[in-house]
């Protein structure tokens, strides 16, 4: 029996609402996922956009989902993102992945507009009526940029190189930050955003990857690029989290966590449904106490990393404020759900056997898409040392 993309079980998909209106826009996510999932195979063997799914966004509004309803948007509050990004992961991980990067900006947006930053509205106003992406390089170079600015009159004058830019071949704008002068222990590092289509910007096509290929993840190399001092949208110092790196950190965690998360979802229904349909000879292959296991072991670990998921958005509440101590509660659940998404995909390629290494299953995708978890920022072992440093009075963190 060869496991196909459309051979998903029914019962028992995660996640299930846990309050009215968590799912309000899973059913828009899955529509879109239909349209990625026909592509996926293709995306991924080419190593190019997902271009379809992308379409099917802007034609729905998904790209406006977190955007205020009084400004355009769908008002999607960060568990509802949560919900619909899991969903849309289930069809396609590089697609969801891609979303992710662009959706968690917009939250953080939503929570510069609440915390009073002027420029805020007109941005989230941007996004759903000029249909402006937002890619960004925080994964490239973190805390330390190798990026230049300097300042020339009033201007910063910008040049270097950018990794992991997802979604590059449909942004408009990529976040990013820039040191300015040298780098090194005193320098200050300036964060802002830049028109991909500005004079000096160019992306280069360098994504060839093991897994997540379909995000098209390009190389943003910016020489002698302009920024106005006024677009400067904070500042920190050089090696530090500082506030605009909180901001985009903490909304960026429970974002990206759901989305693996439903990468292992989809793995699990995979496996469930190969495992109804099979059968050893007389006795059907879901009768097994080692399957049946297998599946129980699935279905705890992404219970377990979903309740991680909400728990942590649920201790944020509505007023939440930036701070070394938020971050560490959606990074712990981040881990939770990628450390737990490995785990399941991996016991999925257990239950349908040899069956999942060929190409053409999507489990073996789903094996080599879940990894790329482990890279973002904070890993999944940096997550724990810092952790441990704030447990012992030590945030390491300009606040």
């Known amino acids: 029996m060869t ?13 299930t609402p846990a309050r009215p209106g968590d799912d309000r826009f899973t059913g828009l996510a899955a529509r879109i996922g239909a349209v990625a999932e026909k592509y996926s195979a293709e995306h991924d063997r080419d190593a190019t956009f997902v271009t379809e799914a992308y379409d099917a966004m802007r034609e729905h509004g998904y790209l406006a989902l977190a955007v205020p309803e009084e400004l355009g948007g769908l008002g999607a509050s960060m568990r509802q993102v949560c919900y619909a990004q899991a969903e849309l992961a ?15 900006l917009t939250l953080m947006q939503g929570y510069r507009r609440r915390a009073g930053a002027p420029d805020a509205e007109g941005v989230l106003r941007r996004i759903a009526n000029e249909g402006i992406v937002i890619a960004t390089s925080g994964g490239s170079d ?3 940029p190798a990026t230049t600015a300097i300042l020339d009159g009033d201007t910063f004058r910008v ?14 704008v990529v976040a990013t930050s820039a040191v300015l002068g040298e780098p090194g222990e005193n320098a200050e590092v300036l964060h802002f955003s830049v028109p991909l289509d500005a004079p000096g910007v160019r992306i280069e096509e360098t994504w060839n990857t093991l897994g997540m290929r379909g995000t098209a993840s390009h ?16 500042r920190r110092p050089y090696g530090e989290f500082g506030v605009p790196l909180l901001a985009a950190a903490i909304h960026f ?39 049946q296991r297998q599946i129980g072991l699935m279905d705890a670990g992404l219970r377990t990393a979903w309740w991680s998921l909400l728990g942590a958005v649920d201790e944020l ?4 404020v930036v701070s070394p101590s938020v971050l560490a509660t959606v990074m712990l659940a981040k881990r939770q759900a990628v450390t737990a998404a490995i785990e399941v995909v991996d016991l999925a390629m257990d239950v349908l056997g040899g069956r999942s290494y060929f190409r053409r299953a999507p489990l073996e995708r789903a094996f080599r898409d879940v990894r790329a978890g482990t890279f973002h920022p904070l890993t999944p072992e940096a997550t724990l040392i810092y952790a441990g440093k704030q447990a012992l009075g030590d945030s390491g963190v300009s606040e």
């Open 317 to 320: 509440g509505d007023g939440y």
């Open 159 to 172: 040049s270097g190189r950018k990794m992991f830019c997802s979604q590059s071949p449909r942004a408009t």
């Open 219 to 234: 190389d943003v190399v910016l020489e002698d690029v302009v920024v106005p001092v006024a677009k400067i949208a904070g």
């Open 142 to 144: 973190w805390l330390w």
């Open 90 to 104: 289930r069809h396609d991980g590089a697609a969801a992945l891609s979303a992710a990067m662009h959706q968690y």
């Open 253 to 291: 965690a429970p974002v990206v966590g759901a989305t693996y998360f439903g990468i292992a979802s989809g793995a699990r229904d995979i496996a469930v449904a190969a495992a109804t349909a099979g059968s050893r000879g007389p006795v059907p292959h879901s009768a097994a106490p080692r399957i």
């Open 3 to 15: 496991i196909t993309e459309t051979e998903r079980s029914q019962t028992g998909t995660f996640p």
